[in-house]
T-cell receptor, first 113, second 114 residues
Framework: DSGVTQTPKHLITATGQRVTLRCSPRSGDLSVYWYQQSLDQGLQFLIQYYNGEERAKGNILERFSAQQFPDLHSELNLSSLELGDSALYFC????????????FGNGTRLTVT | GQQVMQIPQYQHVQEGEDFTTYCNSSTTLSNIQWYKQRPGGHPVFLIQLVKSGEVKKQKRLTFQFGEAKKNSSLHITATQTTDVGTYFCAGIKFSSGSARQLTFGSGTQLTVLP
């Protein structure tokens, strides 16, 4: 158990809809990262937050947004969903010390029909 | 931007054979980390390499960091079915302040045939 909690585990929705994915980081970790993994693909970095502030942005679409709340949990909002958004979305947390690893949650599998 | 290439994309081996995956960065890295993702699972941290030319071993796994800190490899000796999964490298660069940029390679999916 990595200590990172992601909900929901599975999400099935229709095109054009909006969903929110939730992540609770490990206790004490200030950084939260979001990654997208499509079938048999690598980990595409979306966005990183550190202690409530956006720190780095990757290949995140304008239809996607995220935030980190004062209690350090984070939400990833995906809107105007398209079939191609179907993927596994991982959240990872880290204390963000220079040599600290990322601890990944179990992911949310999003299916857009 | 920083790019990290990883080869091969897929590798099938017979149980007992060796396996190697290679990671190459377009820029000099500060550190490199390796992760393993079992089928249906999430990536799990294996190890971090920091020094130029560093070699670390974990049982049958040997990790190397190149002298120029632009490439790395993971070698598994005598693979077992428990080694099945996707192995990712993640290159790390430190920018201004303490912010770090972490870029994952595309991963090597290892299949071990019994």
């Amino acid at each position: 158990d990595s200590g990172v909690t992601q909900t929901p585990k599975h999400l099935i929705t229709a095109t054009g809809q909006r969903v929110t994915l939730r992540c609770s980081p490990r206790s004490g970790d200030l950084s939260v990262y979001w990654y997208q993994q499509s079938l048999d693909q690598g980990l595409q970095f979306l966005i990183q937050y550190y202690n409530g502030e956006e720190r780095a942005k990757g290949n995140i679409l304008e239809r996607f947004s995220a935030q980190q709340f004062p209690d350090l949990h984070s939400e990833l909002n995906l809107s105007s969903l398209e079939l191609g958004d179907s993927a596994l979305y991982f959240c990872a947390s880290s204390p963000d010390r220079p040599n600290s690893p990322l601890h990944f949650g179990n992911g949310t599998r999003l299916t857009v029909t | 931007g920083q790019q990290v290439m990883q080869i091969p994309q897929y590798q099938h081996v017979q149980e007992g054979e060796d396996f190697t995956t290679y990671c190459n960065s377009s820029t000099t890295l500060s550190n490199i980390q390796w992760y393993k993702q079992r089928p249906g699972g999430h990536p799990v941290f294996l190890i971090q390499l920091v020094k130029s030319g560093e070699v670390k071993k974990q049982k049958r796994l040997t990790f190397q960091f190149g002298e120029a800190k632009k490439n790395s490899s993971l070698h598994i000796t005598a693979t077992q079915t428990t080694d099945v999964g996707t192995y990712f490298c993640a290159g790390i660069k430190f920018s201004s302040g303490s912010a770090r940029q972490l870029t994952f390679g595309s991963g090597t999916q290892l299949t071990v045939l019994p």
